[in-house]
Nanobody, 124 residues
Framework: QVQLAESGGGLVQAGGSLRLSCVVSGQPLGNYNMAWFRQAPGPERDYVAAIHWSGATTYYTDSVKGRFTISRDKTKNTVYLQMNSLKPEDTAIYYC?????????????????WGQGTQVTVSS
C-alpha cells in the first residue's frame, strides 16, 4: 500500500516562494509517475506538474512554466514542488498523486494514490 503525505503549504505574499514536499511510503518512489494537482474552490482538480517514473522527463501546465519546478529525491522517497513568483491565482489546495502506469497522465482519474493535500494561499 502506498501512502503520500504532503507538507510545506502556507500563506505567502505575491512574488514569494514555497516548496512543497510529498513523502512516499510503502513503495520505492522510482516505481511511480508522480504529479502535483491543485484544487481551488470548486469541483475541478487541475494538473500542475508531473515527473516520469524514470525521472527523465517533467511536465508543467502552461500557467506555471518558468515559475514551478518538480523534482524528486529517491534517497528520501520524496517529491518536491518548488514554487517561485507566486501569484494570487496559485491559491489552492495542492495534492500529490502517484500512478504506476508506463506513461505520465495529466488526468486525475489515472492516479491511484493521493495525499491529503496542503493549502497554499497567496495574498496580493
Amino acid at each position: 500500500q502506498v501512502q503520500l503525505a504532503e507538507s510545506g503549504g502556507g500563506l505567502v505574499q505575491a512574488g514569494g516562494s514555497l516548496r512543497l514536499s510529498c513523502v512516499v511510503s510503502g513503495q520505492p518512489l522510482g516505481n511511480y509517475n508522480m504529479a502535483w494537482f491543485r484544487q481551488a474552490p470548486g469541483p475541478e482538480r487541475d494538473y500542475v506538474a508531473a515527473i516520469h517514473w524514470s525521472g527523465a522527463t517533467t511536465y508543467y501546465t502552461d500557467s506555471v512554466k518558468g515559475r514551478f519546478t518538480i523534482s524528486r529525491d529517491k534517497t528520501k522517497n520524496t517529491v518536491y514542488l518548488q514554487m517561485n513568483s507566486l501569484k494570487p491565482e496559485d491559491t489552492a489546495i495542492y495534492y500529490c498523486a502517484a500512478d504506476s502506469s508506463q506513461y505520465v497522465s495529466l488526468t486525475p482519474s489515472h492516479y491511484n494514490y493521493w495525499g491529503q493535500g496542503t493549502q497554499v494561499t497567496v495574498s496580493s
